[in-house]
């Protein structure tokens, strides 16, 4: 072998572990949405169980959206403290065992206690995944990041089947969420292994305990405030509209959730492609056309055949775009950790009031109404999708920067500050 090839290529190293951090936050996407749709399915046995009426578990469902708000901005300490890898570990842990948490509350104060705790690791988790997500897009050079938010959905819906199967049995909550938390925390221990262990320069400036979202996070941030705002919407609504709106039977109407949510998990599955071809903002682009078009169906549907392939074009045009919002993010600063965090701080927001102002709306004027300003907010994306421009930019500058770092001898690099997998 000739002193050049031996020079220029990468080692081998360099071409499999990325590789393979690619698989295990593949992993860990899975695991955290599967303690997610774990919960998810029990919600009504936690509502027969404490004697529940709506508005009270309404309240009490408010408290995750909460936590994760309030907890998210302290992600970024963690990660600096700790590394990315123990930090993701830690806080991944603690997500799964919070999921033993609210099936035991004797009452309503303390299932908000519960659930405020749950919601807050699950948002620093988040805000953790996320961060490592973003580094090893980069390393790779090509997207990913919308096939790990698939990676999620499938994780919640097979999360969910067995705990529709638990329902189905009539197992006590308390035991099944208590045996599935002990079950994802010991698949999270092996699964963070191949992890890599980013860690801070020693010279730079540990983030404040609490962190607002830098300014350049939010015009971000607005992009997937839009896409949450009518994921949110559609999500908790559709069920509702397909009924009262279009007469669909209860039965369609019951199975508009699992529809929807597959219909996001197939496209986040997919999306990867469709981001390496057209770009950030030309993606988020067709995805707000997308999904205007599934919302304008919505509005003018007088009967579930229209409907019900308006929600599926719905689903299928937001997909990509927090994952989109997440890796901008994560490009456009020196802290992805507070970045993302500020990203994810506005578009769970969104999240969190987008049923009550559907329903508020729905009350003053009609469900109909409602889902106009859904279709507005999707039109939106095709206005605002250049504020992923600066980020898709940096990532290109950042791809070239890194192949002439490849193509370097070992002798060259040494002594360099660069991450290390």
Same mark, same amino acid.
């Given at each position: 072998?000739s002193?050049?090839?031996t020079?220029?290529?990468p080692p /081998?190293?360099a071409l499999t572990?990325p590789r393979?951090a690619?698989?295990s936050?593949?992993l &860990?996407?899975g695991?955290h949405?599967a303690?997610s749709?774990?919960?998810v399915?029990r919600i009504?046995w936690?509502?027969?169980?404490l004697d529940l009426?709506p508005?009270?578990l309404?309240?009490?469902?408010? /408290?995750p959206?909460i936590?994760?708000?309030?907890? /998210?901005?302290l992600?970024g300490?963690?990660?600096?403290?700790?590394g $990315?890898r %123990?930090a993701?570990?830690g806080?991944?842990?603690?997500?799964c065992?919070?999921?033993?948490?609210? %099936?035991p509350?004797?009452?309503?104060?303390v299932l908000?206690?519960?659930?405020?705790?749950?919601? *807050?690791?699950a948002g620093m988790?988040?805000?953790?995944?996320n961060?490592q997500g973003?580094?090893?897009e980069?390393?790779l050079g090509?997207?990913?990041m919308?096939?790990?938010?698939?990676m999620?959905?499938? +994780? $919640?819906?097979l999360?969910?089947?067995?705990?529709?199967l638990?329902?189905h049995?009539?197992?006590?909550a308390r035991l =099944?969420? *208590?045996?599935?938390?002990l079950?994802?925390l010991a698949?999270?221990?092996?699964?963070?292994?191949?992890?890599?262990?980013?860690?801070a320069?020693? =010279?730079?400036e540990a983030?404040p305990h609490?962190?607002?979202?830098?300014?350049?996070?939010?015009?971000?941030g607005?992009v997937?405030?839009?896409?949450?705002?009518?994921?949110?919407?559609?999500m908790?609504w559709?069920?509702?509209?397909?009924?009262?709106v279009? $007469?669909a039977?209860a039965t369609l109407?019951?199975a508009s959730?699992?529809a929807?949510?597959?219909t996001?998990?197939?496209?986040?599955?997919?999306?990867?492609?469709?981001?390496r071809?057209l770009? *950030?903002?030309r993606?988020?682009?067709? +995805?707000g056309?997308?999904? #205007?078009? +599934?919302?304008l169906l919505?509005?003018?549907a007088?009967?579930p055949?229209?409907?019900?392939?308006?929600f599926a074009l719905?689903?299928?045009?937001?997909? &990509?775009?927090?994952?989109l919002?997440?890796?901008?993010?994560?490009?456009?600063?020196s802290n992805?950790?507070?970045?993302?965090a500020?990203?994810a701080t506005?578009?769970?927001?969104?999240g969190l009031?987008a049923?009550?102002?559907?329903g #508020?709306l729905a =009350?003053a004027?009609?469900l109909t &109404?409602?889902? +106009?300003l &859904? #279709?507005?907010?999707?039109f939106?994306?095709?206005?605002?999708a250049?504020?992923?421009r600066r980020?898709e930019?940096?990532s290109?500058?950042? !791809?070239?920067?890194r192949?002439?770092v490849?193509?370097?001898?070992?002798?060259s #690099?040494?002594?360099k !500050?660069l991450p290390?997998?």
């Amino acid at each position: 072998m000739s002193e050049h090839s031996t020079t220029s290529a990468p080692p /081998m190293e360099a071409l499999t572990a990325p590789r393979r951090a690619r698989v295990s936050i593949a992993l &860990v996407f899975g695991v955290h949405g599967a303690v997610s749709g774990s919960f998810v399915t029990r919600i009504p046995w936690i509502q027969h169980h404490l004697d529940l009426s709506p508005g009270r578990l309404g309240l009490a469902l408010v /408290m995750p959206a909460i936590g994760s708000s309030l907890a /998210m901005p302290l992600a970024g300490r963690f990660v600096h403290r700790y590394g $990315g890898r %123990a930090a993701v570990r830690g806080l991944l842990s603690l997500w799964c065992l919070a999921l033993a948490l609210p %099936a035991p509350a004797p009452s309503l104060p303390v299932l908000c206690a519960a659930l405020l705790v749950f919601g *807050a690791t699950a948002g620093m988790a988040d805000v953790a995944m996320n961060a490592q997500g973003v580094e090893i897009e980069q390393r790779l050079g090509r997207s990913i990041m919308s096939g790990l938010h698939g990676m999620w959905s499938a +994780g $919640g819906l097979l999360a969910s089947g067995f705990g529709i199967l638990a329902a189905h049995l009539d197992l006590d909550a308390r035991l =099944q969420l *208590a045996v599935t938390a002990l079950v994802l925390l010991a698949l999270a221990q092996p699964v963070c292994r191949g992890l890599p262990d980013l860690r801070a320069p020693e =010279q730079a400036e540990a983030p404040p305990h609490f962190a607002l979202p830098p300014r350049s996070s939010l015009v971000i941030g607005l992009v997937g405030f839009c896409a949450v705002f009518a994921e949110g919407a559609s999500m908790d609504w559709s069920g509702v509209y397909l009924r009262d709106v279009t $007469g669909a039977s209860a039965t369609l109407a019951a199975a508009s959730y699992t529809a929807f949510a597959g219909t996001m998990a197939v496209s986040r599955l997919a999306g990867d492609a469709v981001i390496r071809r057209l770009g *950030a903002v030309r993606a988020t682009r067709l +995805g707000g056309a997308v999904a #205007t078009t +599934g919302g304008l169906l919505v509005v003018a549907a007088d009967g579930p055949a229209l409907a019900i392939p308006g929600f599926a074009l719905i689903g299928i045009g937001i997909a &990509v775009i927090v994952p989109l919002a997440f890796a901008a993010a994560g490009r456009i600063g020196s802290n992805p950790s507070q970045a993302i965090a500020g990203v994810a701080t506005v578009t769970y927001t969104s999240g969190l009031v987008a049923p009550a102002i559907i329903g #508020t709306l729905a =009350q003053a004027t009609s469900l109909t &109404v409602s889902f +106009g300003l &859904v #279709t507005a907010l999707t039109f939106a994306l095709l206005l605002s999708a250049g504020a992923l421009r600066r980020a898709e930019q940096n990532s290109a500058t950042e !791809n070239t920067a890194r192949e002439n770092v490849t193509t370097m001898s070992p002798e060259s #690099t040494s002594g360099k !500050n660069l991450p290390t997998l």
